[in-house]
């Protein structure tokens, strides 16, 4: 079996895969501010599955991520710094693990989800807390783009250079509106929000000529609200050299980082 472990600023999701890639089981609890203290939760929670049955796992995580090293360099919610999740979580589980950003597994499990021989270079925007990315070619991740951040790209807005997930994301739409995107219904407010995500999405299109973006994340769940305006936005954007994708939702808006997991583990179990 395969464990998946889906560490948010709010809440980490860990469950627990077959070999077919079917959930077992899985728990949520609220991610504890401290290190020590997640800790001492995962290891309540890890007491809930069945040790001995799991063979590999991997880790999805917010920050910027030391692969070889299996640390969590920083993470700008959590302020967990050089954090060595993956040997802390090894000793925890028992198993081999794996980490990576929780925005590159979610758009690797994404990625997988589509017609690959169609789509074969696959970008995923996840608009949640702040807004991150991941780039797909032929169902692996381009480790040409794997440390990009696209919401830390500077947009001009208010007359003034600010970061686009700070003009656009799920953290921005509840301040500005005093709503979560789930509670909006109002097509003008959705247009505003479009206006200031589509400007981000012409330029995935133009640096990254995805065959197919996909939408993911708190607010990407919501995706039949949005998805035909800024499709529509887009097209009028765009400079006539950029060529502009299909946009579409997500195959598992809210889980797709602990799908990416299962993905991640499974070709790692593979190739030993």
């Not at 040409?144 to 003034?160: C, P, Q």
């Not at 301040?175 to 200031?196: C, F, K, R």
């Not at 299109?205 to 949005?226: C, M, N, Q, R």
């Amino acid at each position: 079996m395969i464990i998946a472990i889906d560490i948010g600023g709010t809440k980490t999701l860990v469950a627990l895969f077959n070999n077919s890639m079917e959930v077992i089981k899985s728990i949520k609890f609220k991610t504890p501010v401290e290190y020590p203290d997640f800790l001492a939760e995962l290891k309540r929670t890890s007491l809930k599955f069945p040790l001995d049955d799991i063979e590999i796992g991997a880790i999805g995580s917010r920050g910027f991520i030391d692969r070889t090293n299996g640390l969590l360099v920083f993470d700008d919610k959590l302020s967990w710094k050089n954090t060595p999740l993956v040997a802390d979580c090894q000793a925890i589980f028992g198993c081999s693990l794996t980490i990576e950003n929780d925005s590159k597994l979610a758009g690797l499990s994404e990625a997988r989800a589509v017609d690959m021989s169609q789509y074969p270079k696959v970008a995923y925007v996840t608009i949640s807390t702040g807004i991150g990315s991941a780039v797909v070619i032929n169902g692996h991740l381009d480790q040409n783009m794997i440390n990009s951040e696209v919401g830390k790209w500077l947009v001009h807005k208010d007359e003034k250079l600010q970061l686009w997930e700070d003009t656009a994301s799920g953290s921005w739409i509840r301040n500005t509106y005093g709503l979560l995107a789930s509670e909006i219904d109002d097509p003008m407010i959705w247009q505003e929000i479009v206006d200031n995500l589509a400007p981000g999405f012409v330029n995935i299109a133009a640096a990254y000529t995805p065959d197919l973006i996909v939408v993911g994340g708190g607010v990407g769940s919501h995706f039949e609200k949005f998805g035909a305006l800024l499709q529509e936005k887009m097209a009028q954007l765009a400079h006539p050299m950029v060529s502009v994708p299909p946009v579409i939702g997500a195959s598992y808006p809210e889980d797709a980082v602990i799908y990416g997991c299962y993905h991640s583990a499974r070709d790692q179990l593979l190739t030993q």
